[in-house]
């Protein structure tokens, strides 16, 4: 994490300020597709791509290897899945099934990634109503301003 030096005016004091260079849910995702084109075809991969390229992904080959990967932000990875189910089910094919399971089990691990903040301070504030403030800052590295927005907007309902 970068860090940003604030200088005050008192005797040249100097404070540390951590800044996240991009929010959690722009952060790039990799999801590793071994063997794609000997499971799916090649066919198929070039439709794939050409799916994946609509929603800022990019589904390429690892260097020189026969394995995969698909890359580019998780809401973009979500919906690209999506659209292949989508295909998929129109076509009444299965040529996308191996890659539709890899990415589900794929976007599980980036789960944080996939909701927005006020929706997860939303649902920890849901799940626990004493959550403190603190706990809720520690958990989604939110402001405590957010935090307190948060409580204020839960309490309203």
């Not at 604030?6 to 959690?24: F, H, N, Q, Y």
């Not at 799916?40 to 794939?48: F, L, T």
């Not at 026969?66 to 659209?83: D, K, M, Y």
């Not at 504030?125 to 839960?154: P, V």
Request: hydrophobic share 45%.
């Amino acid at each position: 994490m970068p860090l940003e030096f604030l200088r005050l005016g008192w005797k040249d004091t100097v404070i540390a300020i951590s800044l996240l260079e991009t929010p959690l849910m722009k952060q790039e995702i990799t999801i590793s597709l071994p063997s794609l084109i000997h499971r799916i075809g090649r066919e198929a991969v070039k439709q794939a791509q050409a799916i994946a390229m609509q929603f800022d992904c990019e589904l390429k080959r690892v260097r020189r290897s026969r394995n995969w990967g698909l890359t580019g932000e998780a809401i973009g990875v979500q919906s690209f899945n999506q659209q292949l189910k989508t295909v998929q089910l129109s076509t009444g094919g299965s040529e996308f099934t191996y890659l539709t399971r890899k990415i589900d089990t794929g976007l599980l691990s980036h789960a944080d990634k996939l909701e927005s903040l006020e929706a997860k301070l939303a649902r920890l504030i849901g799940e626990d109503s004493n959550i403190t403030l603190a706990e809720l800052m520690h958990l989604t590295n939110c402001t405590l301003a957010e935090a307190r927005a948060a409580r204020f907007d839960a309490d309203i309902w």
